[in-house]
Nanobody, 116 residues
Framework: QVQLVESGGGSVQAGGSLRLSCAAS????????MGWYRQVPGNQRELVAI???????TYADSVKGRFTISRDNAKNTVYLQMNSLKPEDTAVYYC??????????WGPGTQVTVSS
């Protein structure tokens, strides 16, 4: 079992910043992938950013240059620094991890609302 606890969502005006955190706990030795997805009601969940254990990153085109993903392997925590937020970034953001022999796990989601 892998438990994920997210924090840092909220409401902000366009142009503002938020930082999301997600801490993983449970019975595992390493986490292959950590990342963030987001979903707007009526739409599919979409990738925002992912980071490997060696800290290679991948971003959705829509957030490149504005969002930065990072992780602290000692704390099993992944972060998403979101700058220059736009109203279209409004969504529920879900933490994602891939753990060897445990598979994928998702956080409960945290709401991010950006007003114009």
């Amino acid at each position: 079992q892998v438990q994920l606890v997210e924090s840092g969502g909220g409401s902000v005006q366009a142009g503002g910043s938020l930082r999301l955190s997600c801490a993983a706990s449970g019975s595992f030795f390493s986490i292959t992938l950590m990342g963030w997805y987001r979903q707007v009601p009526g739409n599919q969940r979409e990738l925002v950013a992912i980071i490997t254990e060696s800290k290679m990153t991948t971003y959705a085109d829509s957030v490149k240059g504005r969002f930065t993903i990072s992780r602290d392997n000692a704390k099993n925590t992944v972060y998403l620094q979101m700058n220059s937020l736009k109203p279209e970034d409004t969504a529920v953001y879900y933490c994602y991890v891939l753990v060897p022999r445990r598979g994928s796990s998702w956080g409960p989601g945290t709401q991010v609302t950006v007003s114009s």
